[in-house]
C-alpha cells in the first residue's frame, strides 16, 4: 500500500500517487452518497452526471501528469481547476 512517509524522494511520485488515491476516494465517497439519495426522476439523471463528474476530475488529472513539458502539465492543470 502506498504510504505518504516516503516524502518527496521519487521526484515527485509520491505527490502524484498522493493525489491520485484522494481522486479515487472522491469518487467512491460521492458514489456512497449518491446511493443514499431518493430515486426520484429528477434525481436520477442528477446522480448520473455527478458519478461521471467525480470521476472525470481524476482523469483529468491522469492526462495532465501525462503532459509532455512541464508547461504542458502547468496549462493542463490550470485547466483542470477551472473546470472542476
Same mark, same amino acid.
Given at each position: ?21 484522494? *481522486?479515487?476516494?472522491? #469518487?467512491?465517497?460521492?458514489?456512497? !452518497? ?28 491522469? *492526462?495532465?501528469?501525462? #503532459?509532455?513539458?512541464?508547461?504542458? !502539465? ?11
Amino acid at each position: 500500500m502506498f504510504s505518504p512517509n516516503n516524502s518527496l524522494k521519487n521526484n515527485g511520485q509520491c505527490c502524484v500517487k498522493l493525489i491520485y488515491l484522494k *481522486e479515487i476516494q472522491f #469518487a467512491k465517497r460521492v458514489r456512497v !452518497f449518491v446511493k443514499k439519495l431518493p430515486k426520484t426522476p429528477g434525481n436520477i439523471e442528477d446522480d448520473k452526471q455527478v458519478v461521471r463528474a467525480s470521476g472525470s476530475v481524476g482523469a483529468n488529472y491522469i *492526462e495532465a501528469n501525462e #503532459a509532455l513539458s512541464k508547461k504542458d !502539465f502547468s496549462i493542463m492543470i490550470f485547466l483542470l481547476k477551472i473546470l472542476s
